[in-house]
T-cell receptor, first 112, second 114 residues
Framework: DAKTTQPTSMDCAEGRAANLPCNHS???????VYWYRQIHSQGPQYIIH???NNETNEMASLIITEDRKSSTLILPHATLRDTAVYYC?????????????FGPGTRLSVLP | DVKVTQSSRYLVKRTGEKVFLECVQD?????MFWYRQDPGLGLRLIYF???????EKGDIPEGYSVSREKKERFSLILESASTNQTSMYLC?????????????FGPGTRLTVL
């Protein structure tokens, strides 16, 4: 699986959009970009994933650059409950038995 | 919404005890997984199952076994708990036949072995 690079930490004001970047310059054509988050002492929570096109769901939007070497997760109106570690993972579509590799992630702090 | 539940959030056991961790998912997913998460080591796959009564070893199966008698339930068993099995245990599930292996995780069980 391709390696990802994320900022160690970010702050965001409550109510504002949180834009979390991820670099994955070695991504290959069959690899998806996944985003998960983990609130302290809880299990990882799936947010969104995409292959080439931008994606949006009730939680967030995922913007993938045309060359697919980077992406941005957007939380449109961050709340205090969005404070968590956010993980960007690049992975082929179906890899039964292969570990989900969570890197250090970005620690997002939403400030009142 | 996908719901994955785990039997306990916190568990304290003594060395040598047999420990059962249970996981139930309500989305009729074929695939289920057990991971442990430790600081600095990330998530490590212990066992997974892609069908009832089927099981496959992950990266670190030693000291663990699993049971999948029903589709919705996947149990992790520590035959004789040791202190180095103190960890956060995470269960996950995913549907088969999809283009991607999106895994949905439970809340985790923090196990302490004394």
């Amino acid at each position: 699986d391709a390696k990802t690079t994320q900022p160690t930490s970010m702050d965001c004001a409550e109510g504002r959009a949180a834009n979390l970047p991820c670099n994955h310059s070695t991504i290959s054509g069959n690899e998806y970009v996944y985003w998960y988050r983990q609130i302290h002492s809880q299990g990882p929570q799936y947010i969104i994933h995409g292959l080439k096109n931008n994606e949006t769901n009730e939680m967030a939007s995922l913007i993938i650059t045309e060359d697919r070497k980077s992406s941005t997760l957007i939380l449109p109106h961050a709340t205090l409950r969005d404070t968590a570690v956010y993980y960007c993972i690049v992975r082929v579509g179906v890899v039964y038995g292969q570990n989900f590799v969570f890197g250090p992630g970005t620690r997002l702090s939403v400030l009142p | 919404d996908v719901k994955v539940t785990q039997s306990s959030r916190y568990l304290v056991k003594r060395t040598g005890e047999k420990v059962f961790l249970e996981c139930v998912q309500d989305m009729d997913h074929e695939n289920m997984f057990w991971y442990r998460q430790d600081p600095g080591l990330g998530l490590r796959l212990i066992y997974f199952s892609y069908d009832v009564k089927m099981k496959e070893k992950g990266d670190i199966p030693e000291g663990y076994s699993v049971s999948r008698e029903k589709k919705e339930r996947f149990s992790l068993i520590l035959e004789s708990a040791s202190t180095n099995q103190t960890s956060m245990y995470l269960c996950a599930s995913s549907p088969a036949g999809a283009d991607t292996d999106t895994q949905y995780f439970g809340p985790g069980t923090r196990l302490t072995v004394l």
